[in-house]
């Protein structure tokens, strides 16, 4: 069983849409993150969770805002989708520092919005 | 701004080959450099990863060179295989901040010719 899922696996939505993505973890950790993977600019942070009630904006947050429902959830939504949030995004969870720094990414949403 | 800056974007290898990406940095507050590896389909997994107290790290074919002056550091791949075809990124992050986050370079995509 994987531990990182993310759902849904792809999604196809329209320009003004409300879309959420979820992430759950089995592994236990604490700190979950998202990110988007474009073409030529690598893998950004969006969102960056330590717990329950600790959520913090990454480098790229406007335009999204995230949800943590419990220490294994932890969803991203789209208020009002446009063409350029069109991307491949990346749950990631951690268990720094506790443990190491590793972070483990599930296998991602595939995006389009039209 | 792009922190992390990677080269190439595409690399084309031949069977048994040495693959070589380089990425550099700016900030020296930097302490933490992994490598993580793409497979078609599938989110990142970290590879490898130096902290900059060592100049270089091996793991079976995969090294890595740091250059703490020159604020570089590189991924080798020997005796590169198909198998290794993927992307790769590199990446940094400050430990000392005890955020874990990961600041990406824009990604390598390695083809591995048989």
């Known amino acids: 069983d994987a531990d990182v899922t993310q759902t849904p696996r792809n999604r196809i939505t329209k320009t003004g849409k409300r879309i959420m993505l979820e992430c759950s973890q089995t592994k236990g950790h604490d700190r979950m993150y998202w990110y988007r993977q474009d073409p030529g600019l690598g893998l950004r942070l969006i969102y960056y969770s330590f717990d329950v009630k600790d959520i913090n904006k990454g480098e790229i947050s406007d335009g999204y805002s995230v949800s943590r429902q419990a220490q294994a959830k932890f969803s991203l939504s789209l208020e009002s989708a446009i063409p350029n949030q069109t991307a491949l995004y990346f749950c990631a969870t951690s268990d720094f520092p506790r443990g190491a720094d590793t972070q483990y990414f599930g296998p991602g949403t595939r995006l389009t919005v039209l | ?114």
């Open chain 2, 1 to 114: 701004q792009q922190q992390v800056k990677q080269s190439p974007q595409s690399l084309i290898v031949q069977k048994g080959g040495i693959s070589i990406i380089n990425c550099a940095y700016e900030n020296t507050a930097f302490d933490y450099f992994p490598w993580y590896q793409q497979f078609p389909g599938k989110g990142p997994a970290l590879l490898i990863a130096i902290r900059p107290d060592v100049s270089e790290k091996k793991e079976g074919r995969f090294t890595i060179s740091f250059n703490k002056s020159a604020k570089q550091f590189s991924l080798h791949i020997m005796d590169s295989q198909p198998g290794d075809s993927a992307t790769y990124f590199c990446a940094a992050s400050i430990g000392s901040s005890n955020t874990g986050k990961l600041i990406f370079g824009q990604g390598t995509t390695l083809q591995v010719k048989p």
